[in-house]
């Protein structure tokens, strides 16, 4: 018995430190409803700019897309958002709120695990 509550306290303990962080594999699968406008696994850049290295850069300035970013999104940057965890997560479950003007057609995503799972699939150098 104590065995079975050892395993099972264990597996909670797991899924726990899993949800606070983030699940890479899980944000891959999440971040498929991205995929059609940016690319994080390459420098790549299509309609919007490539995520590889995101955290921690500043908004708007990834080189290769320097000509495309809205002017919401330069200023935004120029007054100093960096996407680190907190932003990232703000920008995600409302794009238009955290930066308003922006360009990205992108509503959000509603749920706190996904928006986690994506940020980890982000941070993660190699993807999963």
Known sequence: MLR?????????????????GGDPVQGKHVFNRCIACHEAATDRDKVGPHLLGVVGRTAGS??????HYSEAMKSAGAAGLVWDEANLAEYLKAPKLKVPGNKMAFGGLSSDDDIANVIAYLKADPKP
């Not at 990834?62 to 000509?67: C, I, K, N, Q, R």
């Open 4 to 20: 079975a509550v050892s395993s099972a306290s264990l597996l909670l303990l797991a899924t726990s430190i899993a949800h606070a």
């Open 62 to 67: 990834a080189e290769s897309f320097l000509g």
